[in-house]
């Protein structure tokens, strides 16, 4: 990877189809204190949030690294220093099948003013987002989406699925091993040095994990630290250690009361993370013996959660699922190679790609031990799909039959399930 997020010069394409309608696209410099807050505020705009207050977004500034964002202007606007367009990005890794991870392009941000809305920026600002990630030598992209509809035609697709829980506590009561370690309610700031340890663990273990720094926003959103956060007085925080005092896992909750009954409150569990199946237990049963709660509602959970099997009734728990992660190839050979399969053999895809990164016939080659080697071919294909059937099969958490049956993709689907499926159900526990 020769060329940085930040070295790298803005799309040529992009910037001369917006300039064409009288818009200039470019990178913002953080530096810049006024233009990074004119960008915040069209970013919160966009995204129907309140106005941030100068220190709320001083305080954001300070998180910046090499995050590339930009944004996209309009100088005939009375205020022409705030964009009507943003996007900001940067490269993390995502972990897949096998415990590798890819350097990906993380996109997030992705904002039209509703005065500049249905006329092409959008679009103009992901093809620009997608070749800059090729520039940059990365395999793929991926975002967490506000609308399922925006994003599958520039070829991202849903690679995890995410549970959303309603327990009725009451019903839950706890079957499940008793954990040997002990559950300890701790401070926000605690947390924020040994929670971290722990989101490590489990994301090398888990294909759909992203990674974010111990002093990333996005670990300090989870505990309520960023300046600002009017949830933070809520947060709840409770620890589990092993039996030998080692942190191995954590929750984060907070308690909304029903003003008619003090007995009903609910438990939004926000985030929990175990890295060991007895912190897991000791987490879920801690916070399903807690008093004076009727449901615990949970948003954001894995699809193989096994918590159901752990109680007394099987249906006090009632879920939902939905798309969470969509990710979108962008060199094949390099994507398919960075992750293991679960069979051996040789399979030669046909991708279709309207915007051609992915476009070709490639042989995968799995040897005993899992690795991949990919190599472009003319053989016959043993499959035909698109690009964002490709994506999601990558991650290994969608099946090539369901994949089929909706038309997604043609061919040996049994050859394709048995490679692509991973042991390990993959689970992105953030919003980024
Ligand atoms: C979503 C958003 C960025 C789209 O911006 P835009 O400039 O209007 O989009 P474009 O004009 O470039 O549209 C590109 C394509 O996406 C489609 N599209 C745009 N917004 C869409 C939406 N909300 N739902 C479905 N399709 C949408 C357009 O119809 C167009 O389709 P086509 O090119 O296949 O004909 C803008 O509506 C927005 O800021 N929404 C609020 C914030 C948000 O939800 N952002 C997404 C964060 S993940």
């Known amino acids: ?40 505020r069209a970013e919160n705009r966009g995204f129907l ?7 709320v977004i001083e305080h954001r500034r300070g998180y ?20 009507v367009a943003t996007t900001i990005s940067w490269i993390a890794d995502l972990t897949l099948p096998g415990g590798g991870a890819a350097p990906t392009w993380a996109i997030s941000g992705v904002t039209v003013a509703p005065t500049h809305r249905r006329r092409g920026i959008a679009r103009a600002l992901l093809e620009a987002e997608l070749r800059t990630a090729v520039e940059l030598g990365l395999p793929l992209a991926m975002l967490t989406v506000s609308e399922s509809t925006i994003y599958g035609r520039f070829g991202f697709s849903p690679s995890v699925l995410a549970r959303n829980l309603s327990i009725d506590r009451r019903r839950a009561h706890w079957t499940g091993p008793v954990a040997p370690g002990r559950v300890h309610l701790v401070s926000a ?10 989101v490590e663990r489990v994301r090398a273990a888990t294909p759909g994990q992203v990674h974010y720094a111990a002093t990333s926003i996005l670990w300090d959103r989870q505990l309520g630290l960023p300046v600002g ?81 752990m109680i007394a009734d099987f249906r006090a728990v009632r879920s939902s699922e939905t798309d969470h992660l969509w990710t979108r190839i962008l060199d094949v050979k390099a994507s398919l190679e960075a992750r293991t399969y679960a069979a051996p053999g040789r399979i030669v895809l046909r ?65 394709l399930d048995a490679m692509f499926r991973s042991p390990v159900a993959p689970y992105t526990s953030i919003w980024f």
Do not use: C
């Open 49 to 55: 949030q309140p106005d941030p207050t100068p220190e």
């Open 189 to 198: 700031e605690q947390l924020r040095s040994d929670g971290h340890p722990i």
């Open 229 to 309: 956060d009017d949830n933070a007085k809520n947060l709840r925080f409770a620890r589990y250690d092993d039996a030998d005092g080692t942190p191995a896992g954590f929750a984060i909750y907070r308690f909304v009361e029903d003003p008619a009954d003090f007995t009903q409150h609910e438990l939004r569990l926000q985030t929990l993370v175990a890295a060991t199946p007895d912190a897991y237990a000791g987490l879920w049963r801690f916070l399903l013996e807690m008093d004076l709660v009727a449901t615990i509602t949970a948003d954001l959970r894995p699809v193989d959660e096994p918590l159901r099997w």
């Open 351 to 415: 991708v279709e790609d309207p915007l051609d990164f992915a476009a070709g016939t490639w042989a995968l080659e799995v040897d005993d031990a899992g690795s991949a080697t990919v190599t472009a071919t003319a053989d016959t294909p043993d499959v035909d799909l698109t690009v964002n059937a490709l994506s999601s099969l990558h991650v290994g958490g969608v099946s090539a039959r369901v994949l089929e049956a909706a038309g997604a993709l043609t061919g040996d689907v049994a050859r």
């Open 1 to 40: 990877m020769s060329a940085t997020p930040l070295g790298l010069p803005v799309d040529q394409t992009s910037h001369a189809r917006l300039a064409a309608d009288g818009l200039t696209l470019a990178r913002l410099d953080p530096a810049d204190g006024a233009a990074y807050e004119a960008w915040i």
């Open 64 to 83: 910046l690294g090499d995050d590339r964002i930009m944004g996209v202007w309009d100088s005939s606007l009375p205020h022409p220093q705030v964009p």
